[in-house]
């Protein structure tokens, strides 16, 4: 079975179609590039594809608990954030627990406290709960593939890097389809 298929897909920008009676499937291990001028619509599609925008009219019928991701072509990170922080965002909900964690894991390291202590184990038995260590693990496991410097704000790294950061909180998601908006030479990893 097909992981995605897409049929009669439309979508216009005022009266002027940008997508007109679209259709393609995408099958497991495929791999495909999207290529066109400026303005032709690749975007959109892959907004579309990732449930950013709504098709005007045709079908997307993604297989049963597949689910994609997407790096755009400018990636929102959150400007305040670390790189851990920001590629945890990728586990939706049980980012925020994991992240926590992970800032109290720190603050032990430079002074131990009590109260730091009985958060640490607070927060130990929600993972616990809710599979986090599993997730954390994949966390520092794309950290650690993309050589990203997890504990640098995302506002200090560059464009290149914020880039590879997006890769790493997609990555993190275990998508079935992963669509890369204009990927660059600095995406180019093992």
Not at 67 to 92: H, I, K, N, Y
Not at 110 to 124: F, P, V
Not at 133 to 157: N, Y
Request: net charge negative.
């Amino acid at each position: 079975m097909s992981l995605l298929t897409v049929a009669n897909l439309e979508y216009h920008i005022g009266a002027q179609p940008l997508l007109d009676r679209v259709g393609f499937t995408i099958e497991s291990g495929e791999r495909i590039c999207l290529l066109g001028r400026n303005g032709e619509g690749k975007s959109t599609l892959l907004k579309i594809l990732n449930g950013q925008l709504t098709a005007e009219d045709g079908t997307l019928q993604w297989q049963s608990g597949s689910r994609p991701a997407l790096v755009s072509q400018q990636p929102m990170l959150d400007a305040g954030g670390t790189v851990f922080e920001a590629v945890a965002q990728g586990l939706g909900n049980l980012a925020e627990l994991i992240q926590a964690y992970h800032r109290t894991s720190l603050k032990l390291a430079d002074q131990s406290n009590d109260a730091a202590l009985k958060e640490l184990h607070d927060l130990q038995q929600q993972l616990e709960a809710a599979d986090g260590w599993r997730l954390e693990q994949r966390v520092e496991q794309i950290i650690s593939r993309l050589r990203l410097p997890a504990e640098t704000p995302v506002q200090q790294l560059s464009g290149g890097w914020q880039r590879r950061v997006a890769l790493g909180r997609a990555l993190v998601q275990e998508p079935a389809v992963l669509m890369l908006d204009e990927p660059t030479n600095h995406l180019d990893l093992e």
